[in-house]
């Protein structure tokens, strides 16, 4: 598959046509990424358009119509065309078409920006809504980074600080349930091992978090993943002991179990109006 490579003094980072997603992660050598074995996990870093996660049912409904929608959406498995490229940095875009619009009827256009920043890649979205009706959609990350559970922690932050403890939304059978359960940190580290991810993901909303750090088991920094987002999910698959984690910057997430409400509706959902621009970002930034 095509692929488009930028690199600056200590780092390099590979990001493929298809899905626009990015493949590795380099400093001074050595990878950072997942590698996509398909034994645990067969993807790397998708990009979640037009959907974050699962549909109730696999069904959403719009403007009173009933459409099938796989988990995360389609963009991930589009080809994206090239539109800027330089040594450091590149854009890649993505817009509806006749296929697109038999599943999800509106109009879209979608740049990802790849941007390497010193020991930092910065990834952008901008999603544009060039019809004349809203758009209704979610975009999410999924990047995953090489670790062994065992071995590894995160820490939690918020503003710059360790959390003492954050909110985790349940998951049941890729939905969202009713239940919550509020995870205590020390010093906002949270220790993993094969059985941190039994449950499925944790889901952190309402903005509990901005910063989320791989670390060693001597709590050195590995990496962290910085974002705005008002949710972020962490996952590793459960009962695999996956060499790798997740740390996700969500604007969307699942729908919650039995949700049959229009797509406007959907916790999370984010409305654009004709023209409008919708631009966010997260960084990942390697210690």
Not at 1 to 23: D, P, T
Not at 75 to 103: H, P, Q
Request: with cysteine.
């Amino acid at each position: 598959m095509a692929e488009i490579i930028i690199s600056n003094e200590r780092c390099s980072a590979v990001i493929n046509y298809h899905g626009a997603e990015l493949k590795s992660f380099k400093k001074d050598g050595k990878e950072y990424m997942w590698n996509a074995d398909p034994q645990y996990w067969g993807r790397t870093a998708p990009v979640l358009f037009p959907f974050v996660g699962a549909v109730n049912e696999n069904k959403y409904r719009y403007n009173g119509e009933e459409f099938e929608m796989g988990q995360h959406g389609f963009a991930r498995d589009m080809d994206f065309e090239l539109v800027e490229n330089d040594e450091t940095s590149c854009v890649f875009y993505l817009s509806a078409d006749e296929d697109t619009l038999e599943k999800y009827p509106m109009w879209f256009e979608l740049y990802i920006k790849y941007e390497l920043r010193g020991t930092e890649l910065f990834i952008g979205w901008d999603v544009v809504n060039s019809a004349d009706e809203m758009l209704e959609f979610s975009i999410g990350a999924h990047p995953a980074f090489n670790c062994a559970l065992s071995d590894s922690a995160i820490r939690i932050k918020y503003e710059g600080n360790p959390v003492g403890s954050f909110t985790n939304s349940v998951f049941g059978k890729g939905l969202l349930t009713d239940k919550l359960e509020n995870i205590k940190l020390d010093d906002g580290v949270m220790m993993l091992d094969e059985h941190s991810f039994d449950g499925d993901a944790y889901v952190i909303e309402e903005s509990q978090v901005d910063e989320v750090e791989l670390l060693d088991k001597s709590l050195n920094k590995i990496l962290s993943v910085k974002f705005t987002s008002p949710v972020v999910g962490i996952w590793s698959p459960p009962g695999k002991n996956a060499p790798f984690i997740c740390i996700e910057p969500w604007y969307g997430r699942a729908d919650r179990e039995g949700f049959k409400g229009e797509l406007k509706d959907r916790d999370w959902n984010n409305s654009l109006r004709p023209g409008e621009h919708f631009m966010v970002n997260y960084v990942i930034e390697l210690a």
